[in-house]
């Protein structure tokens, strides 16, 4: 009887020796060959005798496919790069990708000359590096033990070109000279209204514009009404605590939040009345203890003259929050904290003039939006970590060019001089026409002069803030 091909494969299976279970396969014997589950040796002796039966014995059933395939791990030779260097009597040196490589990475460019060794070793010497700035830190001594603040590197040098640019550079004229809380009060006031008036100004100005509070603060001088007939109007507690508070919240609807601010000015008004003898609290956890009142509002209007006059912190507001961090002095999170970390460092003498120092920069040079770091000493010194470089170089660019106004030519004897001068002279008057049309607009410019400092370091009316 014929036999079939797949009865002679079923009896090899029942004839190869010990009964062993195996998978059954349909698949060629060439491709079971590569998956044979032997050692070297079996493996061997199988390609060469080309048997496949004892191959397979080995591969239990339900073992999986990649459990028989052995992987071997082949690794790559480490290649050594070198510089190639040119020999002044051979060939020159054929130069690998590899070679290529390490020269772009390690910055060197190779010079087909003889003192090619010489050359690595000068380009192969680090650059000098700049000069480091440190933030405020806490040190202590080894002696006695004590902990100080050391204040950040350079500050000093910053402190003193910031009042520069303040006083006559691009940061003069801002809004706070003129508008801020502290100028907002009535001068022909009594000093307990004056001091009511600060207070109101500096609860409007959290969140708005000096601009704006100015205004607001108009409308309360001259439209708040009297609290009884014979009354004088205008801003104070008794009219104040009088006032529909539709009506107030309508004079000041200007500012920012003004619907909460309605509430807190009526709260407050009766609290001090009640608690304070109608007059703002003396002391900084007073002032806070008032509803929309916070550190910053209670430390400027104890500082300021319209105020009680003591320095009894700084007041940090988002300007010099923003901006002494941008510096690099300190890593804070909120404008608390960077009234402590600046406390724990800062001169007293200055605590008070640094509000309405940064304040004014931060509404003239370096903006929240639009840095003008161009037109800043800081940044054009390098002094300034967060300086936009396209900027600074441009600045630097523009201040070269108004630098080379005086320029000396000598006049040759065919008289070409003249000619030359007066080309020049139209350069000169091209490039101030380009200065003065990228010069940023919405600056407060103002006839009055601008104020000085008092007692050589702070300066009198200037803690208004910006918001």
């Known amino acids: 009887m014929r036999t079939s091909r797949v009865a002679k494969e079923t009896s090899k299976y029942f004839d190869s020796g010990p009964a062993t279970t195996v998978l059954p396969r349909r698949s060629t014997r060439s491709s079971l060959a590569r998956f044979a589950h032997t050692d070297g040796s079996a493996a061997a002796a199988t390609k060469g005798n080309g048997n496949v039966d004892n191959a397979d014995a080995d591969l239990a059933f339900g073992s999986d496919i990649e459990d028989a395939v052995k992987t071997t791990v082949t690794r790559k030779r480490k290649r050594t790069t070198s510089l190639a260097q040119s020999s002044p009597r051979g060939p020159a040196t054929r130069t690998t990708r590899a070679e290529v ?43 006695t033990g004590e902990t100080k603040v050391e204040p950040p590197s350079d500050w000093e040098e910053v402190y ?4 520069e640019m303040r006083l006559t550079g ?14 907002l009060a009535r001068p022909d006031a009594s000093a307990r209204d004056r001091r009511f008036q600060t207070l109101v100004a500096l609860m409007l100005s959290s969140q708005t514009k000096d601009t704006v509070n100015a205004e607001a603060m108009a409308r309360l001088h001259n439209e ?19 006032v529909d508070p539709a009506l107030l919240n309508e004079l000041i609807g200007k500012v920012g939040f003004h619907n909460n601010k309605t509430k807190y000015l009526k709260q407050t008004a009766s609290i001090l009345q009640s608690d304070f003898a109608s007059d703002i609290p003396p002391t900084v956890a007073g002032l806070c203890s008032l509803p929309g009142v916070g550190p910053k509002m ?20 988002v300007h010099v929050h923003r901006i002494t961090n941008l510096w690099g002095w300190h890593a804070t999170r909120t404008p608390e904290e960077t009234r402590r970390v600046l406390e724990a460092w800062l001169p007293r003498d200055r605590w008070r003039e640094i509000n309405w120092l940064l304040v004014g920069f931060g509404q003239t040079v370096c903006l929240p939006v639009g840095r003008r770091c161009g037109d800043c000493e800081l940044g054009l010194r ?12 441009e600045g630097r660019r523009r201040r070269a060019a108004l630098e080379r106004r005086e320029v000396k030519v000598e006049v040759d004897v065919d008289g070409e001089g003249d000619g030359k001068v007066k080309e020049e002279e139209k350069e000169e008057q091209e490039v101030e026409v ?8 919405g600056e407060v410019v103002t006839d009055e002069p601008v104020p000085e400092p008092l007692g050589g370091t702070e300066v009198k009316g200037e803690n208004g803030t910006g918001g």
Do not use: F, Q, Y
């Open 298 to 317: 209670a430390h400027l209007c104890m500082s300021a003259a319209n105020g009680w006059g003591r320095v009894e912190g700084v007041g940090v507001d």
């Open 160 to 163: 003193r070109l910031v009042k």
């Open 382 to 393: 390098g002094l300034c970590r967060a300086a936009e470089r396209g900027k600074v170089a």
């Open 434 to 441: 380009g200065v003065e049309e990228e010069k940023v607009v």
């Open 224 to 242: 708040l009404p009297p609290h009884k007939p014979g009354a004088p109007p205008g801003l104070n507690l008794e009219n104040m605590l009088a």
């Open 170 to 183: 691009p940061a003069a004229n801002a809004a706070v000279d003129t508008m801020g809380c502290e100028r």
């Open 101 to 143: 490589k390490t020269e772009v990475e390690t910055g060197i460019k190779t010079e087909h000359d003889s003192d090619a060794g010489e050359n690595l070793d000068a380009k192969l010497t680090p650059k000098p590096r700049g000069r480091v700035r440190k933030p405020a830190r806490k040190t202590t001594d080894a002696t």
